[in-house]
Protein backbone atom coordinates (compact mmCIF):
# COMPACT_ATOMS: atom_id res chain seq x y z
CA UNK A 1 0.00 0.00 0.00
CA UNK A 2 1.40 3.48 -0.98
CA UNK A 3 0.88 6.86 0.49
CA UNK A 4 -1.61 8.85 -0.71
CA UNK A 5 0.75 12.13 -2.21
CA UNK A 6 0.76 14.87 -0.24
CA UNK A 7 -1.59 17.93 -0.72
CA UNK A 8 0.41 21.04 -1.37
CA UNK A 9 -0.34 24.01 -0.46
CA UNK A 10 -0.27 27.04 -3.32
CA UNK A 11 -0.07 29.65 -0.40
CA UNK A 12 3.02 27.41 1.48
CA UNK A 13 4.76 27.43 -1.86
CA UNK A 14 4.22 30.89 -2.49
CA UNK A 15 5.39 32.01 0.79
CA UNK A 16 8.77 30.55 -0.02
CA UNK A 17 8.72 30.91 -4.05
CA UNK A 18 7.21 34.54 -4.10
CA UNK A 19 8.08 35.90 -0.81
CA UNK A 20 11.28 35.20 -0.06
CA UNK A 21 12.53 34.52 -3.65
CA UNK A 22 10.74 37.14 -5.37
CA UNK A 23 9.83 34.65 -7.79
CA UNK A 24 6.81 34.74 -9.68
CA UNK A 25 4.05 31.93 -9.36
CA UNK A 26 3.36 30.00 -12.64
CA UNK A 27 0.51 29.82 -14.96
CA UNK A 28 -0.35 26.52 -12.78
CA UNK A 29 -0.19 28.18 -9.57
CA UNK A 30 -2.07 30.98 -10.46
CA UNK A 31 -4.77 28.84 -11.53
CA UNK A 32 -4.90 27.02 -7.61
CA UNK A 33 -4.92 30.60 -6.19
CA UNK A 34 -7.99 31.45 -8.76
CA UNK A 35 -9.41 28.46 -7.07
CA UNK A 36 -9.17 29.38 -3.52
CA UNK A 37 -12.41 29.10 -1.09
CA UNK A 38 -13.41 32.59 -0.12
CA UNK A 39 -12.51 31.92 3.61
CA UNK A 40 -8.73 32.29 2.34
CA UNK A 41 -9.12 35.48 0.39
CA UNK A 42 -7.92 37.34 3.53
CA UNK A 43 -4.75 34.98 3.98
CA UNK A 44 -4.19 35.55 0.20
CA UNK A 45 -4.62 39.07 0.50
CA UNK A 46 -2.20 39.37 3.02
CA UNK A 47 0.53 37.46 1.39
CA UNK A 48 0.23 39.81 -1.11
CA UNK A 49 0.66 42.20 0.37
CA UNK A 50 3.98 41.73 1.93
CA UNK A 51 4.77 40.76 -1.36
CA UNK A 52 4.59 43.90 -2.71
CA UNK A 53 6.08 45.66 0.05
CA UNK A 54 8.80 43.59 0.14
CA UNK A 55 9.74 43.47 -3.49
CA UNK A 56 7.93 46.71 -4.67
CA UNK A 57 8.70 49.07 -1.06
CA UNK A 58 5.73 50.60 0.59
CA UNK A 59 4.89 53.50 -2.02
CA UNK A 60 2.06 53.61 -4.30
CA UNK A 61 2.60 55.27 -7.80
CA UNK A 62 -0.83 57.95 -8.88
CA UNK A 63 -1.82 58.62 -12.08
CA UNK A 64 -4.58 60.44 -14.05
CA UNK A 65 -5.37 59.51 -17.67
CA UNK A 66 -7.14 61.51 -20.23
CA UNK A 67 -8.53 60.80 -23.48
CA UNK A 68 -7.06 63.31 -26.48
CA UNK A 69 -9.83 61.78 -29.32
CA UNK A 70 -12.44 59.67 -28.08
CA UNK A 71 -14.76 57.31 -29.81
CA UNK A 72 -14.91 56.88 -33.27
CA UNK A 73 -12.39 53.86 -33.36
CA UNK A 74 -12.44 51.54 -36.16
CA UNK A 75 -11.27 49.02 -34.01
CA UNK A 76 -13.99 46.26 -32.52
CA UNK A 77 -13.24 45.52 -29.30
CA UNK A 78 -16.07 44.25 -27.55
CA UNK A 79 -15.65 45.72 -23.84
CA UNK A 80 -14.84 49.48 -25.38
CA UNK A 81 -18.12 52.66 -25.36
CA UNK A 82 -15.33 53.90 -28.17
CA UNK A 83 -15.56 51.45 -31.10
CA UNK A 84 -17.55 53.26 -33.94
CA UNK A 85 -18.69 49.43 -34.84
CA UNK A 86 -21.20 49.35 -31.79
CA UNK A 87 -24.08 51.45 -31.53
CA UNK A 88 -23.12 53.44 -28.17
CA UNK A 89 -23.69 56.49 -27.49
CA UNK A 90 -20.22 57.62 -27.11
CA UNK A 91 -20.26 60.58 -29.65
CA UNK A 92 -16.17 61.06 -31.29
CA UNK A 93 -14.48 64.34 -29.64
CA UNK A 94 -10.86 65.69 -29.22
CA UNK A 95 -9.21 67.43 -27.10
CA UNK A 96 -7.38 70.48 -27.75
CA UNK A 97 -3.78 71.82 -26.59
CA UNK A 98 -5.39 74.16 -23.80
CA UNK A 99 -7.49 71.05 -22.39
CA UNK A 100 -5.50 68.83 -22.43
CA UNK A 101 -2.53 71.15 -20.16
CA UNK A 102 -5.64 71.75 -17.79
CA UNK A 103 -6.60 68.21 -17.22
CA UNK A 104 -2.13 67.45 -16.78
CA UNK A 105 -2.01 70.22 -14.22
CA UNK A 106 -5.85 68.76 -12.47
CA UNK A 107 -3.50 65.69 -12.36
CA UNK A 108 -0.68 66.92 -11.20
CA UNK A 109 -2.54 68.84 -8.24
CA UNK A 110 -3.24 65.80 -7.04
CA UNK A 111 -0.23 64.76 -6.60
CA UNK A 112 0.16 62.44 -9.26
CA UNK A 113 3.62 61.53 -10.86
CA UNK A 114 2.06 60.35 -13.71
CA UNK A 115 -0.22 61.76 -16.58
CA UNK A 116 -1.27 59.38 -19.52
CA UNK A 117 -2.39 60.55 -22.87
CA UNK A 118 -5.14 58.05 -24.26
CA UNK A 119 -6.23 57.93 -27.75
CA UNK A 120 -9.37 55.46 -29.21
CA UNK A 121 -7.60 54.73 -32.36
CA UNK A 122 -5.91 51.66 -34.02
CA UNK A 123 -2.54 53.30 -34.46
CA UNK A 124 -1.50 57.37 -34.13
CA UNK A 125 -1.58 59.12 -37.54
CA UNK A 126 -0.03 62.37 -38.61
CA UNK A 127 -2.26 64.77 -36.62
CA UNK A 128 -2.57 63.04 -33.56
CA UNK A 129 1.04 62.63 -33.31
CA UNK A 130 1.46 66.68 -33.92
CA UNK A 131 -1.18 66.96 -31.20
CA UNK A 132 0.81 65.00 -29.00
CA UNK A 133 3.71 66.37 -29.86
CA UNK A 134 1.95 69.96 -29.23
CA UNK A 135 0.70 69.11 -25.81
CA UNK A 136 3.51 67.54 -24.51
CA UNK A 137 5.66 70.68 -25.12
CA UNK A 138 2.66 72.97 -23.80
CA UNK A 139 2.44 71.04 -20.62
CA UNK A 140 6.21 71.27 -19.96
CA UNK A 141 6.18 74.85 -20.77
CA UNK A 142 3.46 75.38 -18.45
CA UNK A 143 6.10 74.07 -15.98
CA UNK A 144 4.23 71.10 -15.09
CA UNK A 145 7.25 68.24 -14.99
CA UNK A 146 5.19 65.62 -14.46
CA UNK A 147 5.95 62.21 -16.46
CA UNK A 148 4.14 61.60 -19.36
CA UNK A 149 2.85 58.09 -20.68
CA UNK A 150 0.88 57.58 -23.61
CA UNK A 151 -1.20 55.10 -25.22
CA UNK A 152 -2.28 55.53 -28.97
CA UNK A 153 -2.78 51.78 -29.89
CA UNK A 154 -0.53 49.92 -32.60
CA UNK A 155 3.13 51.91 -32.93
CA UNK A 156 5.21 51.42 -36.12
CA UNK A 157 9.27 51.91 -35.25
CA UNK A 158 9.15 55.97 -36.58
CA UNK A 159 6.65 56.46 -34.02
CA UNK A 160 8.38 54.39 -31.41
CA UNK A 161 10.83 56.67 -32.18
CA UNK A 162 9.22 59.66 -32.62
CA UNK A 163 7.57 58.97 -29.02
CA UNK A 164 10.68 58.68 -27.09
CA UNK A 165 12.22 62.15 -28.82
CA UNK A 166 8.99 63.67 -27.62
CA UNK A 167 10.11 62.65 -24.08
CA UNK A 168 7.24 60.12 -23.14
CA UNK A 169 8.97 57.67 -20.40
CA UNK A 170 5.85 54.33 -20.60
CA UNK A 171 3.80 53.73 -23.01
CA UNK A 172 0.31 51.62 -22.63
CA UNK A 173 -0.61 49.04 -24.50
CA UNK A 174 -2.80 46.34 -22.88
CA UNK A 175 -2.88 43.00 -24.16
CA UNK A 176 -6.69 42.65 -22.60
CA UNK A 177 -7.07 38.90 -21.67
CA UNK A 178 -5.22 35.81 -22.65
CA UNK A 179 -4.05 35.08 -26.01
CA UNK A 180 -6.55 31.86 -25.90
CA UNK A 181 -9.43 34.21 -25.30
CA UNK A 182 -8.17 37.18 -27.38
CA UNK A 183 -10.31 36.58 -30.75
CA UNK A 184 -13.49 36.00 -28.46
CA UNK A 185 -13.01 40.04 -27.61
CA UNK A 186 -11.07 41.46 -30.63
CA UNK A 187 -11.33 40.32 -34.80
CA UNK A 188 -9.68 43.42 -35.74
CA UNK A 189 -6.20 42.28 -35.31
CA UNK A 190 -4.54 40.07 -33.53
CA UNK A 191 -3.16 39.77 -30.22
CA UNK A 192 0.60 39.28 -31.67
CA UNK A 193 0.52 42.60 -33.36
CA UNK A 194 -0.52 44.26 -29.63
CA UNK A 195 2.77 42.31 -28.70
CA UNK A 196 4.86 43.34 -31.60
CA UNK A 197 4.15 46.71 -30.54
CA UNK A 198 4.89 45.99 -26.53
CA UNK A 199 8.38 44.87 -27.95
CA UNK A 200 9.41 47.68 -29.90
CA UNK A 201 8.68 50.03 -26.84
CA UNK A 202 10.01 48.31 -25.32
CA UNK A 203 13.35 47.57 -27.23
CA UNK A 204 13.21 51.99 -27.39
CA UNK A 205 13.77 52.64 -23.64
CA UNK A 206 10.15 53.18 -22.37
CA UNK A 207 8.97 51.51 -19.66
CA UNK A 208 6.09 49.18 -21.02
CA UNK A 209 2.58 49.28 -19.53
CA UNK A 210 0.68 46.27 -20.47
CA UNK A 211 -2.49 44.59 -18.14
CA UNK A 212 -5.74 44.15 -19.49
CA UNK A 213 -9.63 43.48 -18.72
CA UNK A 214 -11.43 40.68 -16.01
CA UNK A 215 -14.63 39.81 -16.57
CA UNK A 216 -15.08 39.24 -20.28
CA UNK A 217 -16.41 35.95 -20.80
CA UNK A 218 -12.80 34.71 -19.84
CA UNK A 219 -12.63 30.74 -17.41
CA UNK A 220 -10.65 30.74 -14.64
CA UNK A 221 -7.90 28.92 -16.75
CA UNK A 222 -7.57 31.81 -19.43
CA UNK A 223 -6.93 34.23 -15.96
CA UNK A 224 -3.83 32.23 -14.99
CA UNK A 225 -2.88 32.19 -18.45
CA UNK A 226 -3.06 35.63 -18.89
CA UNK A 227 -1.13 36.38 -15.63
CA UNK A 228 1.76 34.52 -16.93
CA UNK A 229 1.87 35.70 -20.36
CA UNK A 230 2.03 39.14 -18.87
CA UNK A 231 4.61 38.12 -16.34
CA UNK A 232 6.48 36.66 -19.49
CA UNK A 233 6.59 40.20 -20.90
CA UNK A 234 8.16 41.51 -17.89
CA UNK A 235 6.16 45.11 -17.81
CA UNK A 236 7.45 47.73 -15.81
CA UNK A 237 3.89 48.20 -14.88
CA UNK A 238 -0.19 46.18 -14.94
CA UNK A 239 -3.08 48.22 -14.99
CA UNK A 240 -6.06 45.51 -13.65
CA UNK A 241 -9.54 46.50 -15.19
CA UNK A 242 -12.42 45.03 -14.17
CA UNK A 243 -15.39 45.02 -16.90
CA UNK A 244 -17.69 48.10 -16.89
CA UNK A 245 -20.56 46.53 -19.26
CA UNK A 246 -21.24 49.94 -21.40
CA UNK A 247 -24.41 50.17 -23.23
CA UNK A 248 -24.21 49.20 -26.45
CA UNK A 249 -20.93 47.04 -26.42
CA UNK A 250 -21.59 43.71 -26.81
CA UNK A 251 -20.96 42.99 -23.56
CA UNK A 252 -23.56 45.33 -22.08
CA UNK A 253 -25.36 42.60 -20.53
CA UNK A 254 -22.08 40.54 -18.61
CA UNK A 255 -22.18 40.45 -14.77
CA UNK A 256 -20.24 43.05 -12.47
CA UNK A 257 -17.36 41.00 -11.32
CA UNK A 258 -18.07 40.00 -8.05
CA UNK A 259 -16.09 41.75 -5.31
CA UNK A 260 -14.67 38.71 -3.47
CA UNK A 261 -13.20 37.03 -7.16
CA UNK A 262 -11.91 40.18 -7.78
CA UNK A 263 -9.83 40.40 -4.81
CA UNK A 264 -8.61 36.57 -5.91
CA UNK A 265 -7.79 38.46 -9.13
CA UNK A 266 -5.23 41.02 -7.60
CA UNK A 267 -3.86 38.64 -4.93
CA UNK A 268 -3.13 36.21 -7.54
CA UNK A 269 -1.43 38.57 -10.13
CA UNK A 270 0.73 40.20 -7.06
CA UNK A 271 1.92 36.69 -6.62
CA UNK A 272 2.61 35.97 -10.56
CA UNK A 273 4.48 39.14 -11.10
CA UNK A 274 6.26 40.51 -7.60
CA UNK A 275 7.85 43.00 -8.95
CA UNK A 276 5.47 44.57 -11.29
CA UNK A 277 3.53 47.88 -10.99
CA UNK A 278 0.07 46.66 -10.30
CA UNK A 279 -2.03 49.11 -10.49
CA UNK A 280 -6.16 49.63 -9.80
CA UNK A 281 -7.68 51.13 -12.92
CA UNK A 282 -11.22 50.89 -14.60
CA UNK A 283 -14.34 48.93 -12.97
CA UNK A 284 -13.11 49.08 -9.52
CA UNK A 285 -15.74 51.22 -8.16
CA UNK A 286 -18.01 48.76 -9.55
CA UNK A 287 -16.56 45.73 -8.47
CA UNK A 288 -15.33 46.98 -5.29
CA UNK A 289 -17.18 50.00 -3.84
CA UNK A 290 -15.00 52.06 -1.28
CA UNK A 291 -14.63 49.20 1.19
CA UNK A 292 -13.00 46.78 -1.60
CA UNK A 293 -10.90 49.31 -2.75
CA UNK A 294 -9.10 49.16 0.49
CA UNK A 295 -8.57 45.62 0.54
CA UNK A 296 -7.33 45.57 -3.01
CA UNK A 297 -4.47 47.82 -2.20
CA UNK A 298 -3.50 45.94 1.05
CA UNK A 299 -3.42 43.05 -1.35
CA UNK A 300 -0.44 43.42 -3.68
CA UNK A 301 -2.10 46.58 -4.99
CA UNK A 302 0.86 49.51 -5.45
CA UNK A 303 -0.59 51.77 -8.30
CA UNK A 304 -4.01 53.51 -8.57
CA UNK A 305 -5.38 55.92 -11.45
CA UNK A 306 -6.87 58.80 -9.82
CA UNK A 307 -10.17 60.83 -10.61
CA UNK A 308 -11.79 59.89 -14.29
CA UNK A 309 -11.79 57.57 -16.90
CA UNK A 310 -11.79 57.91 -20.25
CA UNK A 311 -15.56 57.85 -20.98
CA UNK A 312 -16.46 56.77 -17.58
CA UNK A 313 -16.43 58.68 -14.16
CA UNK A 314 -14.66 57.36 -11.38
CA UNK A 315 -13.97 58.46 -7.44
CA UNK A 316 -13.08 61.96 -6.66
CA UNK A 317 -9.26 62.00 -6.46
CA UNK A 318 -9.33 63.19 -2.92
CA UNK A 319 -11.79 60.08 -1.89
CA UNK A 320 -8.42 58.05 -2.94
CA UNK A 321 -5.72 60.52 -1.60
CA UNK A 322 -7.44 60.25 1.50
CA UNK A 323 -7.71 56.41 1.62
CA UNK A 324 -3.67 56.55 1.21
CA UNK A 325 -3.61 58.68 3.96
CA UNK A 326 -5.67 56.35 6.11
CA UNK A 327 -3.63 53.27 5.24
CA UNK A 328 -0.62 55.02 5.54
CA UNK A 329 0.62 54.46 2.27
CA UNK A 330 3.28 57.20 0.79
CA UNK A 331 2.77 58.45 -2.58
CA UNK A 332 5.60 58.12 -4.66
CA UNK A 333 7.71 61.29 -5.50
CA UNK A 334 8.34 62.60 -9.23
CA UNK A 335 11.62 61.04 -9.73
CA UNK A 336 11.48 58.11 -7.93
CA UNK A 337 10.80 54.81 -9.27
CA UNK A 338 9.36 51.94 -7.50
CA UNK B 1 -28.31 74.78 -21.69
CA UNK B 2 -32.35 75.81 -22.30
CA UNK B 3 -35.45 73.74 -22.17
CA UNK B 4 -36.85 71.46 -19.78
CA UNK B 5 -35.50 67.81 -18.71
CA UNK B 6 -37.97 65.33 -20.15
CA UNK B 7 -35.12 62.75 -21.42
CA UNK B 8 -33.07 60.53 -19.29
CA UNK B 9 -29.41 61.98 -19.43
CA UNK B 10 -28.11 58.24 -19.50
CA UNK B 11 -30.47 56.52 -21.78
CA UNK B 12 -31.98 59.32 -23.78
CA UNK B 13 -35.55 57.67 -22.81
CA UNK B 14 -38.47 60.08 -21.90
CA UNK B 15 -38.50 60.57 -18.46
CA UNK B 16 -42.05 60.04 -18.00
CA UNK B 17 -41.87 56.25 -20.36
CA UNK B 18 -40.18 54.34 -18.05
CA UNK B 19 -38.63 53.52 -14.49
CA UNK B 20 -34.71 55.44 -14.99
CA UNK B 21 -33.82 54.84 -11.44
CA UNK B 22 -30.95 52.18 -12.73
CA UNK B 23 -29.85 54.95 -15.05
CA UNK B 24 -29.87 57.59 -12.21
CA UNK B 25 -27.31 55.19 -10.14
CA UNK B 26 -25.38 55.23 -13.32
CA UNK B 27 -25.15 59.19 -13.82
CA UNK B 28 -24.25 59.19 -10.11
CA UNK B 29 -21.62 56.98 -10.10
CA UNK B 30 -20.14 55.95 -13.65
CA UNK B 31 -21.08 58.01 -16.13
CA UNK B 32 -21.36 61.62 -17.64
CA UNK B 33 -24.93 62.54 -19.52
CA UNK B 34 -24.45 61.39 -22.86
CA UNK B 35 -28.15 62.43 -24.37
CA UNK B 36 -29.53 66.19 -23.84
CA UNK B 37 -32.39 66.39 -21.26
CA UNK B 38 -34.05 68.49 -23.49
CA UNK B 39 -34.05 66.73 -27.02
CA UNK B 40 -32.49 63.50 -26.69
CA UNK B 41 -29.89 64.14 -28.87
CA UNK B 42 -26.47 62.50 -28.32
CA UNK B 43 -23.85 64.79 -26.99
CA UNK B 44 -20.50 65.62 -27.72
CA UNK B 45 -19.07 64.12 -24.00
CA UNK B 46 -15.64 65.47 -23.00
CA UNK B 47 -14.39 63.36 -19.51
CA UNK B 48 -11.36 65.00 -18.26
CA UNK B 49 -9.50 63.92 -14.61
CA UNK B 50 -12.07 66.09 -12.69
CA UNK B 51 -14.72 66.51 -14.23
CA UNK B 52 -16.54 66.33 -17.98
CA UNK B 53 -18.23 68.72 -19.93
CA UNK B 54 -21.37 67.56 -22.30
CA UNK B 55 -22.59 69.83 -25.73
CA UNK B 56 -25.57 69.68 -27.22
CA UNK B 57 -25.57 71.00 -30.60
CA UNK B 58 -28.84 72.52 -30.13
CA UNK B 59 -28.84 73.30 -26.08
CA UNK B 60 -25.24 74.31 -25.17
CA UNK B 61 -23.12 72.54 -23.11
CA UNK B 62 -23.42 71.48 -19.43
CA UNK B 63 -20.46 71.16 -17.28
CA UNK B 64 -19.61 68.52 -14.04
CA UNK B 65 -20.01 70.18 -10.75
CA UNK B 66 -16.68 68.82 -9.80
Known amino acids: MTAAPEQVDVLGVAREQVLERGVGLSEEQVLEVLRLPDDRIPELLELAHRVRVRWCGPEVEVEGIVSLKTGGCPEDCHFCSQSGQFPSPVRSAWLDVPGLVRAARQTADTGATEFCIVAAVRGPDKRLLSQVRDGIKAIRDDGNDIQIACSLGMLTQEQVDELVAMGVHRYNHNLETARSHFPQVVTTHSWEERRDTLRMVREAGMEVCCGGIIGMGETLAQRAEFAGQLASLEPDEVPLNFLIPNPGTPYENFPVVAGPEALRVVGAFRLALPRTILRFAGGRELTFGDLGAKRGMLGGINAIIVGNYLTNLGRPAQDDLDMLQELAMPIKELGRSL | ?66
Open chain 2, 1 to 66: MTGPAVHCGYCGVDLAARDHSACAVRLRVLDPPRFCSACARRMVVQVTPAGWTATCSRHGEITSAR
